[in-house]
């Protein structure tokens, strides 16, 4: 599933190839922009917020995209096409001078004012990938509700936006903590420093992508996360799994090394 760090490089993949360019034509394949044309317009910037990326063009108008479980965005050169497998797929199309840009399996799509893209991203909290990062913020926001389990807390985008499911459990062991440890009982401070920083070095960094262990390599690359048959990579004892609650975004597949983190179990899960 992508994450803030996923958005963000999907970002700047846009960015090359669309950023400062003039549309050409455009084309949404979702009924509640079908009649829309942003022809003419130019694209002033690509930008994210957490896991939305928010495409703004001249004429205060922002594209508004998540990319949830499956959506991609994908780019072409000027003239070229995606192959027509991909073609069913497609909801959105920006076709710039500078080439275009392809929106697939988008599940939320929708057009607002620029100065109105706080209706959209306006819950979400503190981004350690933007330049307004407020680490303090995003520690005060975990703190808020003290029992609710730290993985749950930190998957909570209107606390801390830009975690994920991987983040979470690997930032819980890397803390040393049961993932269902209340969050009040947690080095905040120190937990949102190391989230942030490793954020930030996953999506800037090459080869760094989502390597919590500093390991690229396949199979070496998380301690636990996926584990469950390699086994937890600092004591090699057994890594467990519970699965995730149905439409439940508190309780997704939680992955942890029960001798490394301990702490409450999956009884505690937030309810």
């Known amino acids: 599933m992508p994450e803030g760090d996923s958005v963000w490089k999907v970002a700047r993949s846009l960015e090359k190839v669309i950023a400062g360019r003039e549309v050409v034509r455009s084309d949404f394949r979702v009924p509640q ?20 990326l928010l495409t703004r063009f001249s004429g205060n108008a ?7 479980m499956d959506g991609e965005w994908k ?10 497998h991909l073609q069913r797929m497609v909801r959105v199309v920006i ?3 500078g080439g275009s840009a392809w929106g697939l399996r988008m599940h939320q799509l929708e057009l607002v004012p620029t100065d109105q893209e706080h209706r959209v991203v306006g819950h979400l909290g503190p981004d350690p ?3 307004d990062w407020d680490a303090p913020e995003a520690v005060r926001r975990l703190r808020s509700e003290p029992s609710v ?14 975690l994920g499911n991987l983040w979470a459990n690997e930032l819980c062991f890397l803390a040393g903590v049961s993932p269902w440890t209340p969050a009040g009982d947690v080095d905040l401070e120190r937990l949102v420093e190391r989230a942030a920083t490793m954020l930030h070095h996953s999506a ?3 080869g760094a992508y989502q390597a919590t262990t500093g390991l690229g390599r396949p199979g070496q690359s998380h301690w636990i996360y996926g584990r469950v048959t390699g086994g937890c990579r600092r004591c090699k004892g057994p890594v467990r799994r519970v699965d995730e609650v149905a439409n439940d975004r508190a309780n997704r597949i939680t992955y942890w090394c029960p001798h490394c983190q301990p702490g409450p179990g999956p009884e505690a899960r937030q309810r």
């Open 33 to 52: 922009l079908a009649t829309r044309d942003l022809s003419g317009r130019s694209v002033v910037a690509v930008d994210t917020h957490g896991k939305h």
């Open 62 to 68: 922002t594209l508004h995209s998540h990319l949830l």
């Open 75 to 84: 780019t072409t050169r000027p003239g070229k096409r995606l192959p027509p």
């Open 95 to 97: 076709e710039t001078t």
């Open 129 to 131: 990938l933007r330049s």
């Open 149 to 162: 389990p730290i993985v749950s807390a930190l998957l909570d985008q209107t606390k801390m936006a830009g």
């Open 204 to 206: 800037t960094v090459p």
